[in-house]
């Protein structure tokens, strides 16, 4: 048997996916959610990794090379290696070209399916990325496998795989097309029959209820309608379906982090809003897989589903250790919830935060605007503390680290759900930009 759909491969050789321009690496640099280095750092390495060493990364599917790209991007002052693989010769030559365009030397380039990797004799990696692949596998677990087998014993693997409740839609549009194209037999008579079908698509059309959902194939081109609409091979799984796939199989330990808004769309009681019904004590007992899933059909939002796994349980950067640097990340959130505080006294208040569509209750006590400005990605939790008992406003209390790592908790665990601030320990010097 085949490793993989022919029609598969040709479809990413006549469309190779994400559809993208080289030049435009002149001015633009893609990032990628799940390969940032700091979140890697954070959520799988314990805040102690870095990246030196010849540390290995593996792209698998690595497509037109975004998350190549961005990976080799920040490790190219360092000794590490990235191995970009893909079936999809075509695909290749486009991130090769924008690798060029960016001096980037660190890449090595192989054309292959990702289920040839362990007869590759590739080594053993620390990292492997694999977005949007798995689910175009005939046999996604065979494909996890063939990852497994060249993970690292304390390695980490960044995946997205399609969420089956907020691609209903989709779902429902790959059957119409299926129908419509059943007598047809070209590429680009299907795809000129998915525009066509876009164009005059009723309003009560369960994907036209919620096309703010998908962005490809209003600005991915032709390769976005045919990897929504037209894709040969296509599955979706659940948050437990998830859990129950890489943790139930295979021993390993997913934490859900959607794209720019973390784990907080998987939090029941954040999903729900701000007058939480009475059910939620109830719910805050389920299995953490549930729970995740009732949010995840409340929220109906969660097209894909993007985690790291690890072997280990406990792999991310501990909260109440003095040792470890807290730092802010991606955007200005928490810039955003100190003013709220200072503005509201330090009183409890209510944060609705736009971006991911959660809202929380959040008490920040006495502490916590002052922690929040003397944030600044170099002082470790230890030396912030002692500042402030320094400071002549906290002098006469002098609380201890414990009082103030509980204290400024709900703050931190608002932040944290939310991949807005991240944890490194003190001994580690991130990677120079």
């Known amino acids: 048997m085949a490793d993989y759909l022919p029609q598969v491969r040709e479809?990413?050789?006549?469309?190779?996916?994400?559809?993208?321009?080289?030049?435009?690496?002149?001015s633009w640099l893609i990032t990628t959610w799940l390969d940032d280095l700091a979140m890697i750092n954070h959520h799988c390495f314990g805040g102690r990794q870095t990246f030196g060493g010849r540390f290995r990364v593996l792209v698998a599917g690595g497509g037109t090379g975004d998350a190549?790209?961005?990976?080799?991007?920040?490790?190219?002052n360092t000794d590490?290696?990235?191995?970009?693989?893909?079936?999809?010769?075509?695909?290749?030559?486009?991130a090769r070209q924008r690798a060029g365009i960016r001096n980037l030397d660190n890449i090595a380039w192989i054309n292959e399916s990702l289920l040839s990797i362990p007869q590759l004799d590739l080594g053993r990696f620390d990292y492997i990325n694999?977005?949007?692949?798995?689910?175009?596998l005939q046999d996604p677990d065979a494909g996890l496998r063939a990852l497994l087998n060249v993970l690292k014993a304390d390695g980490a693997m960044g995946i997205m795989v399609y969420g089956r409740y907020g691609r209903a839609g989709v779902y429902q549009m790959q059957s119409l097309l299926r129908l419509i194209n059943q007598h047809e037999?070209?590429?680009?008579?299907?795809?000129?029959?998915?525009?066509?079908?876009l164009e005059v698509l009723p309003k009560t059309n369960w994907f036209k209820r919620g096309e703010d959902l998908i962005v490809d194939h209003l600005e991915g081109g032709d390769a976005g309608i045919v990897d929504v609409f037209l894709h040969a091979c296509d599955c979706a799984y659940s948050a437990s379906e998830i859990h129950a796939w890489f943790e139930d199989q295979h021993g390993l330990h997913p934490r859900l982090t959607n794209s720019g808004r973390g784990r907080a769309v998987y939090e029941p009681a954040m999903v729900l809003g701000l007058r939480p019904p009475g059910f939620l004590q109830a719910v805050a007992k389920l299995p953490l897989r549930?729970?995740?899933?009732?949010?995840?059909?409340?929220?109906?939002?969660?097209?894909?589903?993007?985690?790291?796994?690890?072997?280990r349980a406990e792999a991310a950067a501990p909260y109440g250790d003095a040792a470890y640097v807290p730092f802010f990340h991606?955007?200005?959130?928490?810039?955003?919830?100190?003013?709220?505080?200072?503005?509201?006294?330090g009183r409890p208040l209510v944060v609705d935060h736009a971006l991911s569509g959660v809202a929380?209750?959040?008490?920040?006590?006495?502490?916590?605007?002052?922690?929040?400005?003397?944030?600044?990605?170099e002082k470790s939790f230890g030396e912030i503390f002692a500042l402030l008992r320094a400071a002549a406003e906290f002098r006469a209390a002098v609380p201890g680290d414990e009082e103030l790592f509980r204290s400024f908790a709900p703050v931190y665990e608002f932040l944290s759900s939310l991949d807005r601030i991240l944890l490194r320990h003190r001994d580690v010097t991130p990677p120079a930009d």
């Open 290 to 311: 549930e729970q995740y899933e009732i949010a995840e059909l409340a929220g109906g939002t969660l097209i894909t589903h993007s985690f790291f796994a690890t072997r």
């Open 360 to 377: 929380m209750r959040v008490d920040p006590g006495p502490y916590a605007a002052w922690i929040l400005r003397h944030i600044d990605g």
């Open 11 to 26: 479809q990413y050789e006549a469309f190779p996916y994400p559809q993208r321009d080289p030049e435009k690496e002149k």
């Open 68 to 76: 190549t790209i961005f990976l080799a991007h920040q490790l190219r």
């Open 185 to 197: 037999t070209t590429a680009r008579g299907k795809l000129a029959n998915a525009r066509a079908l």
């Open 80 to 94: 590490a290696e990235i191995v970009h693989v893909d079936m999809s010769s075509a695909s290749i030559d486009i």
């Open 130 to 136: 694999c977005i949007g692949v798995l689910h175009h």
């Open 330 to 345: 991606f955007d200005k959130t928490a810039l955003q919830l100190l003013d709220m505080i200072e503005r509201n006294q």
